[in-house]
């Protein structure tokens, strides 16, 4: 028989627990450190123990349990669970206001703007304030019983908080899985040899719907609630927003972005914000949902057909889409890095049209099996390059065809080696391999290194091709006559051209070490290096210890600048160039911080720990940077404080440039600002 001393420490540790999870999952601020949890859980976890009758059902030691299940039981939604109308255009969203205004015979409505995310709709309904159960939305109706799986969801309470909650209610909210958690469960498949997801939509529902809920705790999902269903012995508020206000109080997660409009224009207006900001989010969301705040409008204006009068989906146009495979081809770097790419069907997606897809490496193409032929979903998100994730078996063609990687360089034939850097493969073929020629040109040309305006991929290709160039030092023995010459290129282009490269030999000494295209030496080494080092033939002098002394650089890429300088065809070139007439200032050419962030492209994201994201903005714009909220080709760097999503991933994927908290701190103790 439990004590009334154990009765009431019971109750004292689950009130602290709950409001931990709170803090932690539903305001992501929390409250104590993970071992003072891990000690309340525990004790809790001992008491019940000893006193059975103690356990409550909404005890956070009851979130996990039960036997793994061979099928989910049905549940029936007390108000079915509708759908949304969805918008494409503009034009549709306007429609869909004068709709509405006709209807209630009124001129102006406000509308509550929230994200729509991509993920799973579901309904959870509390009775006296406990969670009773959780059902996905099946068809709208009857859905699956998951109550065992989003038990262990941490954002869902499974007890209300406060006590103003109406003694029966169903909550309607989305579960998705955020992007970092669906990388890290993609890396911890793939290891474990276990199914990989197309994405965070699939690998949300995949891991909902787990017959182990002990699987499914052990997923990084998470809910934003929405709306409600039914509801007994509790009254509704007058707005929608009031609605929220409420879920919130009540302890459930609802998503901080949403916002109020006053009228349509206003909507697209957030809309048109989104569809930049969608990308700096860590979870994906497919577009904005536009509702009447009014209660007794949205009730005047009913519902037809499973989606409710008062609501749109504005949708953001398709990251993914289906295409066909014409063919599979490899792409070799400046480097040699083999790289396959699928050459499709040309198909709109993201906002862009794509014909071709990257499969980054052989294992890749063995792991989506993906042949010529098959229909394929590529994926476009923001700049990131487009990828093939997934193959629709179902619709393979009988004549599709294996690929299988080429053992020798499409473009000079020689060997394609296996690298020790995991699946990498690379042409063996160096200096005879026009298209890591091509590339390494291209490199040197390119706006960061020597930046000569006119000599781009197509240009460089073509003088390769004839034998004009065969190193990058060639590019100073051009001249005017023979450029002139060369097809499609004009007399104008010529002279343009002949004055790039004459202005491009005066240069910074970062740029001349950048433009060499040593292995892992981008932008950031090279001002480093330029900084450490002001002549080259100190550099080409220093020990992998020596230059290990600079703080970013450790054992490979030390190794890497030994090994670049230490081949004689690369001295031979440094030297070239050097007599063809580039020269730079010294000492080190960058001299002050705001020459080298003077109309930089530059991205912040994710949170600093002493200033907000709005004051480095201002901070960096004040010395001369260009401040951007989207990651592309021409950002130059990206300022990466804690819990930096998408624009993370994808600044490396493009080799943008990353400073971590603390180097742009220094960077800016360097420019004098405190
Ligand atoms: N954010 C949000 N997503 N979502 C999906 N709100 C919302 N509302 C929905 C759905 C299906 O439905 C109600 C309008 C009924």
Redesign the pocket.
């Known amino acids: 028989m439990a004590t009334q001393k154990a009765k009431s420490r019971v109750k004292e540790l689950i009130e602290l627990l709950e409001q931990y999870e709170y803090a932690y999952y539903v305001l992501s601020e929390p409250q104590v450190p993970d071992v003072e949890y891990d000690r309340c859980f525990l004790e809790l976890e001992s008491l019940e123990k000893k006193y059975p009758e103690l356990t409550m059902s909404f005890s956070p030691t009851q979130r996990v349990g039960g036997k793994p299940v061979s099928s989910f039981g049905e549940v029936q939604h007390a108000v079915p669970m509708?759908?949304?109308a969805n918008a494409f255009s503009d034009k549709e969203v306007m429609d869909f206001d004068r709709r509405c205004r006709e209807h209630l015979r009124i001129k102006n409505i406000d509308y509550v703007v929230?994200?729509?995310?991509d993920g799973l709709?579901v309904s959870l309904s509390y009775r006296d304030g406990v969670l009773l159960k959780a059902a996905t939305r099946g068809d709208g109706t009857r859905g699956e019983d998951v109550t065992q799986n989003v038990r262990g969801i941490g954002s869902i309470p499974l007890r209300l908080r406060g006590s103003d909650w109406p003694s029966f209610v169903e909550i309607?909210g989305?579960i998705f899985m955020p992007l970092p958690g669906f990388m890290l469960l993609n890396q911890h498949q793939k290891a474990v040899g276990e199914k990989v997801y197309v994405n965070p939509r699939n690998a949300a529902a995949g891991s909902l719907r787990q017959l182990d809920s002990r699987i499914t705790r052990s997923r990084p999902l998470e809910i934003f609630c929405?709306?409600v269903g039914a509801i007994e012995g509790g009254s509704m508020p007058d707005s929608h927003i009031e609605m929220l206000d409420a879920l919130s109080n009540w302890g459930l997660r609802t998503?901080p972005e949403t916002t109020l409009a006053k009228g349509p224009l206003d909507c697209l207006d957030k809309y048109l914000n989104f569809v930049e900001k969608r990308h700096d989010l860590d979870y994906e969301i497919d577009g904005l949902?536009y509702?009447v705040n009014s209660y007794s409008h949205q009730d005047a204006l009913g519902s037809v057909s499973r989606a409710?009068r008062w609501?749109l989906?504005h949708k953001f146009p398709a990251q993914e889409e289906l295409t066909r495979v014409r063919n599979i081809e490899i792409q070799i770097g400046r480097t040699g890095a083999a790289t396959p790419v699928a050459r499709l069907d040309s198909v709109f997606v993201g906002g862009a049209t794509v014909s071709n897809a990257t499969l980054h490496n052989f294992e890749e193409i063995r792991r989506l099996d993906v042949r010529i032929g098959d229909t394929v979903v590529v994926r476009r998100a923001g700049d990131v390059i487009p990828e093939v994730i997934g193959v629709l078996l179902e619709s393979r063609p009988k004549n599709s065809k294996r690929y299988h990687f080429p053992k020798k360089c499409p473009v000079c034939n020689s060997e394609i080696v296996k690298t020790d850097e995991g699946p990498l493969m690379r042409c063996s073929g160096g200096l005879i391999c026009n298209a890591q020629i091509t590339e390494s040109i291209r490199h040197f040309a390119s706006r960061k290194a020597m930046d000569i305006d006119g000599m781009g991929s197509k240009i460089i290709e073509q003088m390769v091709n004839v034998g004009l160039l065969k190193t990058v030092s060639d590019v100073y023995r051009l001249d005017f006559t023979t450029i002139a010459e060369l097809d499609r290129s004009g007399k104008k282009s010529a002279e343009n051209l002949m004055r790039a490269i004459e202005a491009s030999r005066e240069t910074t000494f970062s740029r001349f070490l950048y433009s060499l295209g040593i292995p892992q030496v981008g932008e950031k080494t090279a001002v480093e290096l330029a900084e450490k080092f002001k002549s080259i033939d100190s550099l080409i002098d220093a020990d992998s210890e020596l230059l290990q002394a600079i703080p970013d650089i450790g054992p490979i890429v030390a190794s890497n600048i030994t090994h670049f300088f230490s081949e004689p065809h690369n001295q031979r070139i440094v030297k070239e160039l050097l007599s063809a007439g580039i020269v730079w200032s010294e000492p080190a050419p960058i001299d002050s911080v705001s020459d080298m962030l003077e109309g930089k492209t530059i991205v912040v994201t994710g949170t600093l720990s002493s200033m907000n994201r709005a004051q480095a903005q201002k901070i960096l714009a004040s010395l001369g940077a260009e401040v951007s909220s989207t990651i592309s080709k021409k950002t130059d760097m990206l300022i990466a404080g804690q819990n930096a999503g998408s624009k993370l991933n994808k600044a490396l994927d493009l080799g943008v440039e990353i400073l971590d908290e603390q180097e742009f701190y220094d960077l800016l103790t360097k420019a004098g600002v405190t």
């Not at 929230?114 to 995310?117: D, N, P, T, V």
């Open positions: 509708l759908s949304l929230e994200l729509k995310l709709a309607r989305e929405y709306g998503n949902v509702k409710p609501a989906a």
